[in-house]
């Protein structure tokens, strides 16, 4: 079934061109990933599909019999409404007959009236069809999934992040046929991002998402679509795929052009021979030759090299001895000890809410420890990129923005030691025609783009990224990493983008959520790796440490004979019999699923370890029961 076709759309904004005569359509099981540079208009795309924002020309037809949710990159909520309810807007007509229904049941108790019982019934019917007596139950889990728990908070005075994932949650609980999804991935801490990956990936339902998170992108997708000079070009298979393909297609465009520039040069050399050569020879072929010289050139993917040294540290850098801090009431953290020395690259992860940013607040000296102390080296220059960076003067240029921090940069290494703003600004895909824009005109990325720009060309020793992949395109995250590469200082990553910590950083500091952080050696693989080793251990430690219990023996009453059973207890004792033996076959079940998946999923493991001690817990109890008896029946 065809969900939506659109033909000949195109865009402008700002009187530059995003996208011109383009058509683009998906069908059930399409899983399509939009990608492009900040500034292309991919978000401009979703809006026109969504129907949210108009095409200056050309048409989007949907299939009237498809259902879709749009998930917008900063959703908004208009009326107050608590989260739970918020959520569960997401099926409001099933919402309906629920409501309905505990209303009719009330009705019919009090009147037993035959048109009320029918509606009942008509309704009970129609709930059960949609599965929607676990509405409610649904909504919870997908909330708690994605790290909200405050169900009767008011969703407006949410923070911008959590107000996502409400939407993102309620998106999810009405399981379209097609899902929009502008940045999901946004605001959720690791877990949350590899619960989602799993959930698009069990689900069967079509997919058109916008994503910087390159994991993730491989994991759901089976199409990508880029956006490039004002047109979208489709690659099949996932975005490893895509790589390999663009990198073929590119060697290709480059080998023609090639040819056609060898071709060119002969053709130049027979117009220049003079009038009496030109005359010979056929008008179509000046035509030719004048057409060539006009063409767009194909696009050159180059590998940028960013090489900045990180200028004097001396032996203190930052030091956190016993650190602890707590907000509200709750502890984010406590004996928190670490000493930077230049190199160290540390990745900060762990639950939203946990306390990531305040760590690098602690650490930066902009707010006090409760306990312990953090003490700055006075050779220390810290940049800070953080979550919310926008206090640009929007009539002021790009260059002109980046110019008031800094003309130019001392990179400290090679004969061309001084890199300019200007120079910056084309590293990270701004080129020159960009740079004179006004800040004003910036799509959300580029503006992103540029607030980062303006912490690297404070040229700091000391880096603080709070979640830096945030809105990017994979170019600029490109651009970043290569930067990272060579930076020689002191860096601290917090993000959920596991493929960007895997490339940037060789530690990994963990919060538990309970006011401990753990450092695991390597990158975030190699983390995943150690966690799973962990629950694995866990899991054997819990079936090996919980022993069958032992019969309770209990002392017969002394001067008496004791009573046989009642028929009520010959009953209870068959059934116990029988309820034992299932509790055992379900323990032997659980313990050979957990050593044939002992290099599978450690949650699922964790799982079978906890439920495992719960049947033992149940046999200890079934069994003292079952002795009791067995010692009346004896008699």
Known sequence: MVLFSTTQLSKTFHDLPLFTDVSFGMEEGDRVGIIGRNGVGKTTLLRIIAGVESPDSGTVAFNGQASFEYLEQLPAFSREQQVL????????????????????????????????????????EQIEHANGWGLETDARII????????????????????????????????????????????HLDADSVQWLQDRLQQSNRALLLITHDRYFLDAVVNRIVEMEQQQLISFPGNYEMYLERREAMINAQEAEAERTRGKLRQELAWLQRGARARRTKQKSRVDWITKMEAAPKPVEEKRIKIEVGSGFLGSRIIDAVNASKSIGGKLLFEH?????????????????????????????????????????????????????????????????????????????????????????????????KKQSALVGTLSGGEKRRLALLIVLMNNPNVLFLDEPTNDFDLQTMSAL???????????????????????????????????????????????LEKKEVEAVKAAESA??????????????????????????????????????????????SLTQKMHAQADGDYAALAEHGKRIQEIDEQLAEYSERWFELAEKSED
């Open 85 to 124: 309810e918020a959520v569960m807007d997401g099926r409001r007509e099933l919402r309906t007959l629920l409501d309905r229904h505990a209303e009719l049941c009330t009705l019919v108790a009090r009147s037993h009236e035959a048109t009320l019982q029918r509606e009942l019934d008509s309704v009970t």
């Open 481 to 527: 990493e290569e930067y990272l590469v060579h930076f020689q200082g002191f860096l601290v990553i917090v993000s959920h983008d596991r493929m960007f910590l895997d490339r940037t950083v060789e530690y990994i500091y963990a919060f538990d959520g309970k006011g401990g952080i753990k450092e695991y050696p390597g990158n975030y693989s190699t983390y």
């Open 336 to 432: 928190f000890t670490y000493r930077a020395t230049a190199g160290d690259r540390i990745g900060i992860i762990g639950p939203n809410g946990c306390g990531k940013s305040t760590l690098l607040n602690v650490l930066c000296g902009e707010i006090p420890t409760d306990t312990g102390s953090v003490k700055i080296g006075g050779s220390v220059r810290i940049g800070y990129f953080r979550q919310e960076n926008d206090n640009f003067d929007p009539s002021k240029s790009v260059i002109g923005t980046l110019r008031e921090v800094a003309e130019y940069i001392d990179t400290g290494i090679g004969r061309d030691r001084y890199l300019s703003a200007s120079d910056m600004l084309n590293k990270f895909h701004f080129p020159h």
């Open 143 to 186: 909330l708690q999934k994605l790290g909200i728990s405050q169900f009767d908070a008011d969703v407006r005075r949410l923070s911008g992040g959590q107000r996502k994932r409400v939407a993102l949650a309620r998106a999810l609980l009405r399981d379209p046929d097609l899902l929009i999804l502008d940045e999901p991935t946004n």
């Open 543 to 588: 079936t090996s440490d919980i022993k069958k219990p032992k019969p309770v023996q209990k002392d017969r009453p002394k001067g008496g004979t004791a009573k046989k059973m009642t028929w009520k207890e010959e009953r209870e004792f068959e059934r116990l019999e029988s309820d034992i033996a299932a509790l055992e076959e379900e323990k032997d």
